[in-house]
């Protein structure tokens, strides 16, 4: 496990069910030995993370930039700009639309995903 890592000389990689949304992982159990996954989504203006739950693992969703909506079943429509958090219990179905500026996110999952 390497305890420091510049992201800068990370590469993006494609989001498994987002078109044209990328992310780079940061933290992983198969490469960390750690029981939690930590994200960065870049998702661009006119992009969207489709509705979907994760059945196993919570999810923390922290914005860097840009703006955003985040529909949270059970929750509503909540405005994403960075100074907030959002916290989505495991099973709980969710997505990010209306990306009007280029949205950063830090994304931790709890067991790890990954």
């Known amino acids: 496990m390497e305890i420091y890592t510049n992201v800068n ?7 498994p069910i987002a078109e044209g949304v990328e992310i780079k992982s940061l933290v992983t159990q198969k490469d960390d030995g750690l029981n939690v996954t930590c994200l960065l989504v870049r998702i661009p203006a ?10 196993e693992q919570a999810d ?3 914005p ?3 703006n955003a909506e985040m ?16 916290r989505v ?9 209306n990306v009007t500026e280029e949205l ?7 067991p790890a995903t990954i």
Do not use: C, N
């Open 9 to 15: 000389d990370m590469s993006w990689k494609p989001h």
């Open 46 to 55: 006119g992009r969207e993370i489709p509705e979907h739950a994760h059945e």
């Open 60 to 62: 923390i969703v922290y």
């Open 64 to 66: 860097l930039k840009g």
């Open 71 to 86: 529909q949270v079943e059970g929750s509503g429509t909540l405005s994403l700009e960075p100074g907030v958090v959002v």
């Open 89 to 97: 219990p495991k099973g709980v179905k969710h997505k990010i639309f």
């Open 104 to 110: 950063l996110v830090y994304d931790v999952f709890y």
